[in-house]
Every structure is written in C-alpha cells, then in structure tokens.
C-alpha cells in the first residue's frame, strides 16, 4: 500500500517503511504539518524523501539540508525496541484514535507501555507544578473516580497536580506525555513513577529517543494531551500557566474544557477561575465531568462513590522541621482550608515536623485555623 494512503488506513507498517517514516519526521524542517503536506503532495514517504533536498535548494536554502540517515532511523528504532517502547505510525491499529482527530497528529508517536489504555476513554488533568495542598488533594481524589469509571487519566508527568493525577490513577492506567524523548525523562525524578506508570498504563512522545526537553517543546507535547482526551481538567493555574495553553488547544481541538474553581486570593486558581468565566464547566466532583462525557461516548458512566482513605493521627509536636521541608509545606498552604492529615501526607514531612511549622506559622500571625482540624494561610 502507498505510504500516501496509509495516512488514512488503519493497516501495519513493515520495518523498512516504519524506517522511511522515522527518517521524514526527523529530517530538519519537517513538522507533523509538513510531513502530511509531503507525503499527500508526493504520494508517498520514500518519494516526499527523495524530493527534500530540491526543494530545499528551490525554497533558496544556503545550506544543505540535514536529512536523518537510515543508520540514525536504526539506531533509534532498536534503542527504543530495546528498553520496551515501540514506534507506532499514524494510521497504525494502535495509534489512538482521538489523536489521529487533530490537524498536526504526530506523525509518529514513541509508546511504552499498554496500547489498551491509549484505546479507552480518556480525560487530562492538569495544573500548577506549585499546587497547594487542596488542590493536590482534590487532583488525587478526581483522578481515582474516573479512573475507576473507566476513563484513561492523560497528564503531562510534571510535580504538582500532573504527578498526583498519575499517582492517583496508576491502578486503573494513566496516561502520560513527554516533553522529551523516552531515554531523557524529565524532571528525573518522575523516572520511578514513569516505571509505574508503564505497569497498567502507557506513556507516549513524539521526541526522537535522545531528545532533552527544552521550553519550547512543552506547548507542542500539552497539544497530545488534550489531542488524546475527550475534555481536559484544570485543576489549579496561575494566570500564566501553561496548563492554560492546554485548555486553549483543547478548546481549538473541540474537546471539552473544564476548571475547578478556587479562591480568588490563591493566586494559583487564578486561570482556572478565568477560564470559568470564559465558559469552561466548573467542576467540584467526578459526576460534573462524566455528565458532559456521557452524550459524547453515547452511554452513561458509573461514578464511583468518593472515600478518602485514612490517616495516621498527629503525635506530639517536639521536632524542628528543616528549611526544605518548611518551604515545601508553605508551598502547599493557601486561602483554601486544608485538613493537617493531608499536608502530612502530600509533604512527605513528619507529622511532628508538620505541627511544628504550623505552630511557627501560627505564632507569626500567618496562619488561620478553622474547625475539623483544617488550617489555611492568612
């Protein structure tokens, strides 16, 4: 079959034309836009291939055009082949069917993991890499509902909500996007959680293999988050976040757009208040997203009943906490009321050291305590 027609067929590719596709996309100046445009002009990858250095000579280029090498194309399918993630191209029975949707569908995506959960229903969620603790807490306690529902979880496996998205759904197969290529996972940290995430769940890129992330490659990864999602969720968001650029191309994609209303003293609720008032639907619990999900799948959704599992009671506070975990739980207080258990939990601090930060912030006027134990920042 013509490379050209396989863009609209759901058929495999062998491994010389997987070889051709890897080669067009990673060649310089070919974006997923232009390598559509190539192959329905040409009729084909191998002949969009043979005509680039023309072009690049009609179009008055002054250098040679760097085009990737079959060696280059080899070495990364068996790098990837060799740590458990398979190249799959657009068209392929296993490439997501919502992201094929979209106008700039990735020609071809790096997957590791289970294909099964890019195959279901899916919803994204994501926020602030500065979340608060309640937002963190209400992150964790959506993405288990609908994980549980049925839905895939997408996420961008940043800190903040992204992680605690993931976490929250890794039993039921999460989703994660990467800025960069499978062997440079960023930030590092998030390694550990990725091995988790490929258990029950997938992550996908459309990096070459090697590739570190940079800042402008952000913007272009959140554009498959809410390209794999029937609706991206803003939990949290600063008015300059890119998880706004997230709900903008998801609103550009015709996905649905939702936000979780905030404080309008958090800082951090900012954008997703803004996008409130531009339309998006608030949502306080899982049956607010499933309501708008179920005339688009055509079939209604279970929602879980929603139980917080429980916490260890606080001991005696007698401990100093260290500068890092002082600053980490500040971080995690805001206007919002959050209960002592969770910033136990979300600031990986003693309880001990987590009374004793809040007696100093108490004693310095910053902190206001309300009832059933819940303390805010003043």
């Known amino acids: 079959m013509p490379a050209g027609d396989h863009l609209n067929n759901r058929a495999e590719l062998n491994d010389e034309e997987r070889l051709d ?3 067009l996309i990673r060649s310089d100046n070919v974006g997923p836009r232009t390598f559509h445009d190539l192959v329905r002009h040409y009729g084909g990858v191998r002949s969009a291939l043979d005509a680039l250095p023309n072009l690049a000579r009609r179009g008055g280029s002054t250098r040679t055009l760097r085009i990737c090498s079959r060696n ?5 399918l068996r790098s990837a082949r060799a740590t458990g993630v398979e190249l799959l191209a657009l068209g392929e029975p296993d490439y997501p069917k919502r992201l094929m949707m979209i106008d700039d569908a990735p020609p071809v995506i790096a997957v590791r993991g289970h294909c099964d959960a890019l195959a279901r229903p899916s919803i994204a969620i994501v926020g602030s890499r500065n979340a608060s603790a309640a937002g963190l807490k209400f992150a964790r306690r959506i993405s288990r509902e609908l994980g549980e529902a049925g839905l895939s979880v997408v996420s961008g496996l940043a800190r903040g909500i992204d992680a605690a998205a993931h976490q929250a759904s890794l039993a039921t197969g999460t989703i994660a996007v990467l800025a960069g290529g499978h062997a440079r996972i960023y930030p590092p940290e998030h390694v550990e959680l990725l091995e988790e995430i490929a258990v029950n769940g997938a992550a996908i890129s459309e990096m070459p293999f090697t590739w570190g992330p940079r800042a402008h490659d952000f913007p272009r990864r959140n554009r498959l988050i809410s390209g794999l999602s029937l609706g991206v969720l803003v939990v949290e968001a600063a ?12 609103g550009e994609q015709g996905r649905e757009v939702f936000a979780v209303p905030g404080s309008p003293l958090d800082p951090r609720s900012e954008g997703t208040n803004g996008l409130l008032k531009q339309g998006a639907t608030p949502v306080t619990e899982a049956a607010d997203v499933i309501a708008a999900l179920e005339p688009i799948l055509g079939r209604s959704i279970e929602v879980p009943s929603a139980q ?3 916490q260890k009671s606080l001991g005696v506070c007698d401990a100093e906490a260290s500068a890092d975990e002082r600053n980490r739980l500040i971080a995690l207080l805001g206007p919002a009321p959050v209960s002592i258990d969770d910033l136990v939990r979300l600031s990986r601090s003693s309880a001990a050291n987590v009374r004793s930060v809040l007696l100093e912030l108490e004693i310095a006027g910053r902190l206001a305590r309300h009832g059933a134990g819940l303390v805010s920042l003043l």
């Not at 280059?72 to 990364?76: C, F, K, N, S």
């Not at 300059?240 to 997230?246: D, N």
Request: glycine residues 4%; hydrophobic residues 35%; aromatic residues 4%.
């Open 21 to 23: 596709w890897i080669r």
């Open 72 to 76: 280059e194309a080899e070495t990364e």
């Open 239 to 250: 008015r300059r976040s890119g998880s706004l650029i997230t709900a903008r191309l998801a």
């Open 308 to 310: 917080e599992p429980s």
